[in-house]
Nanobody
């Protein structure tokens, strides 16, 4: 069955960096655009970044442009999110996601906390 497993979250000081990973299995990873979402306490889940199936096209939430980079390794069935210059407002649970046949699939999420 479809599995998305995020990792790489943690506690980091403002200005620091983290690299999130999402290991995918149970579907043809290279056929699908992939996304990162995040959800902060008391807020709605928001789209952070999206990457096309072969990685040629990316788009970002305005507030993370220039700081975050989404990438993928289709040979390893893995999605990444490099996060630099982190701010306290980036604190959230980060999820990877894709849609197949109109149905969304989600991982369990990984917590990112930016605090001094």
């Amino acid at each position: 069955q479809v599995q998305l497993v995020e990792s790489g979250g943690g506690l980091v000081q403002p200005g620091g960096s983290l690299r999130l990973s999402c290991a995918a299995s149970g579907f043809f990873f290279s056929n699908y655009a992939m996304t990162w979402y995040r959800q902060a306490p008391g807020k709605e889940r928001e789209l952070v970044a999206v990457i096309s199936s072969v990685g040629g096209t990316t788009n970002y939430l305005n507030s993370v442009k220039g700081r975050f980079t989404i990438s993928r390794d289709n040979a390893k069935n893995t999605l990444y999110l490099q996060m630099n210059s982190l701010k306290p407002e980036d604190t959230a649970v980060y999820y990877c996601n894709f849609q197949r046949g109109g149905k969304p699939y989600w991982g369990q999420g990984t917590q990112v906390t930016v605090s001094s």
